[in-house]
């Protein structure tokens, strides 16, 4: 079970920050990792990040320059920061657990909505 | 970055009738690592085919995947009414991994 939670409104240029908390999975894991992925309201999802919990990161080129992401292993959670937001973040924010690159199970997702 | 074009955009069907849904890839995807999902409206996306033809834990036989290369077909054998959905494909082959834009299969 993964359960994303954060802020659901994000003023524009500020910093988005989202936890994904695991539960009857270890984070500590080589056979799965563990994954972030956006779908704006009406689109198809867009892969943002993979995590290793070694702490190895995969991130889409396209928000490469924006993202940080984190591994807490003691708390059996993952975290994502997309700094400098604009509306085009706006979208539901999945995680997922992956293996090889296929989500094998996904969040029920939180909608984050940036406006001012 | 790999681009996948699916097709039809809707698929208008009715129950017992099948689903044949296309994704084709801008480039060959050479490990077949093409995966499909379903999504329900205000759920998450489900997985339902992986390595192009795996089926994932619980699905039903009726879904079945194929293709190599650059062609991909996702096909739902006697449509159920639960089976009235979108449906994603996507390559997880080359960094980035991306996805179709999906294909609605409506009730007609």
């Known amino acids: 079970h993964l359960q994303e939670s954060g802020p659901g409104l994000v003023k524009p240029s500020e910093t988005l920050s989202l936890t994904c908390s695991v539960s009857?999975?270890?984070?500590?894991?080589?056979?799965?990792?563990w994954g972030w992925i956006r779908q704006p309201s009406g689109k198809a999802p867009e892969w943002i990040a993979s995590?290793?919990?070694?702490?190895?990161?995969y991130y889409n080129p396209s928000l490469q320059s924006r993202l940080t992401t984190s591994v807490d292993t003691s708390k059996n959670q993952i975290s994502l920061n997309l700094r400098s937001v604009t509306a085009a973040d706006t979208a539901v924010y999945f995680c997922?657990?992956?293996?090889?690159?296929?989500?094998?199970?996904w969040g029920q997702g939180t909608l984050v909505i940036v406006s001012s | 970055e790999i681009v996948l074009t699916q097709s039809p955009g809707t698929l208008s069907l009715s129950p017992g009738e099948r689903a044949t849904l296309s994704c084709r890839a801008s480039q060959s995807i050479t490990s077949t690592y093409l995966a499909w999902y379903q999504q329900k409206p205000g759920q998450a996306p489900r997985l339902l085919i992986y390595g192009a033809s795996s089926r994932a834990t619980g699905i039903p036989d009726r879904f079945s995947g194929s293709g190599s290369g650059t062609d991909f077909t996702l096909t739902i054998n006697r449509l159920e009414p639960e089976d009235f959905a979108v449906y994603y494909c996507?390559?997880?082959?080359?960094?980035?991994?991306?996805f179709g834009q999906g294909t609605k299969v409506e009730i007609k």
């Open positions: 009857g999975a270890s984070i500590n894991s080589a056979t799965y990792y």
């Open positions: 995590i290793y919990f070694n702490g190895r990161t």
């Open positions: 997922a657990r992956l293996r090889l690159g296929y989500c094998t199970n």
């Open positions: 996507q390559q997880y082959d080359n960094s980035p991994w991306t």
